[in-house]
């Protein structure tokens, strides 16, 4: 176990495996990933744990199975694994609603200008209520854009369309048929320019990498807000500081490209909410990833499939 997981899932990987626990808050490094990958039968690892295509290279791969804690598996090279026999899980599912609720967090945060609100408020600098103080953006009504219309997609459009009475329309690679009103458009640049409000679903890594690039950040109307709870590497985040030191946009985020380092510039602005990957923090969603990622192994050392096998 490459971090220190939720006790109740350390009881319960100690009451089937000889269990090592990595007492240390950074990820595996590559290096480190090789000597696992060496060392180990199987490992329960999570975002920043290097298991890039170089941790694969090592010879003597012991490990049969790579759980991963979380929906989200860039960090693992999933073809250099199978290359490996090496099997990768995911948890899907358990996430969905507690990162929709983030979006949701986001939004109405960055719309209403709470960050700034409670930093102006501690620093006791509020000096009364006006007509005119901090005036944020209405949020009911506003025409929502999913930008990946997956489990995590189609819950924060549930949350918008039926809370807020927003109008939702989606990109999405592939044709999607969702249970949500909704309407889906056939290019990135579409959801771009015609929402008022645009959150970031889609899986990390890949074809996804630096998805939302500077032209389509360019696509967006004068105060529209951007919202990122997918991975830090969809968006090219110079660009989006760019954007954002125009004053032209609004922005809330949860997710970084490289972290926990959260570049200074963005960390100057007050037209972003900045979030420290707070999308499944809450004890019984990380309790049900543990389980889920241990159930992954269990399954693999009984000669199972696995039950979120990639």
């Given at each position: 176990m490459t971090r220190q997981f939720p006790q109740a899932n350390i009881d319960a990987a100690r009451g089937q495996f000889d269990v090592t626990i990595r007492d240390a808050a950074d990820g595996l490094s590559v290096e480190e990933a090789s000597a696992a990958l060496r060392d180990y039968d199987a490992i329960l690892c999570t975002l920043g744990d290097d298991f890039s295509d170089a941790a694969f290279l090592t010879p003597d791969i012991r490990c049969g199975v790579i759980a991963n804690f979380g929906v989200g598996y860039n960090h693992i090279s999933v073809d250099a694994a199978r290359a490996?026999?090496?099997?990768?899980?995911?948890?899907?599912?358990?996430?969905?609603?507690?990162?929709?609720?983030?979006?949701?967090?986001?939004?109405?945060?960055?719309?209403?200008?709470?960050?700034?609100?409670?930093?102006?408020?501690?620093?006791?600098?509020?000096?009364?209520?006006?007509?005119t103080h901090m005036l944020g953006t209405h949020v009911t009504g506003k025409r929502l854009g999913i930008v990946g219309m997956g489990r995590i997609g189609q819950a924060v459009a549930k949350r918008c369309h039926y809370g807020f009475d927003m109008p939702v329309i989606y990109f999405n690679r592939s044709q999607k048929d969702v249970d949500v009103p909704s309407r889906q458009v056939d290019d990135l640049h579409s959801v771009m320019s015609q929402a008022d409000i645009v959150v970031v679903t889609v899986p990390g890594g890949g074809a996804n990498t630096h998805l939302i690039d500077a032209d389509a950040l360019a696509q967006m109307d004068d105060g529209a807000l951007f919202v990122n709870v997918a991975r830090g590497d969809?968006?090219?985040?110079?660009?989006?500081?760019?954007?954002?030191?125009?004053?032209?946009?609004?922005?809330?985020?949860?997710?970084?490209?490289?972290?926990?380092?959260?570049?200074?510039?963005?960390?100057?602005?007050?037209?972003?909410?900045?979030?420290?990957?707070?999308?499944?923090?809450?004890?019984?969603?990380?309790?049900?990833?543990?389980?889920?990622?241990?159930?992954?192994?269990?399954?693999?050392?009984?000669?199972?499939?696995?039950?979120?096998?990639?």
């Open positions: 490996a026999g090496v099997a990768v899980s995911n948890t899907p599912d358990v996430v969905t609603d507690a990162t929709a609720d983030i979006a949701l967090t986001l939004i109405l945060m960055a719309s209403r200008r709470a960050g700034e609100g409670e930093r102006l408020t501690r620093a006791g600098a509020w000096h009364g209520w006006g007509p969809v968006v090219d985040e110079s660009a989006l500081i760019s954007e954002l030191q125009s004053g032209r946009i609004r922005a809330g985020l949860d997710v970084y490209a490289a972290e926990p380092h959260v570049p200074e510039p963005l960390r100057d602005l007050d037209n972003v909410v900045l979030l420290p990957h707070l999308g499944t923090a809450a004890l019984e969603v990380r309790e049900a990833m543990g389980q889920m990622a241990l159930d992954n192994i269990i399954a693999w050392d009984a000669g199972m499939a696995l039950p979120q096998g990639l």
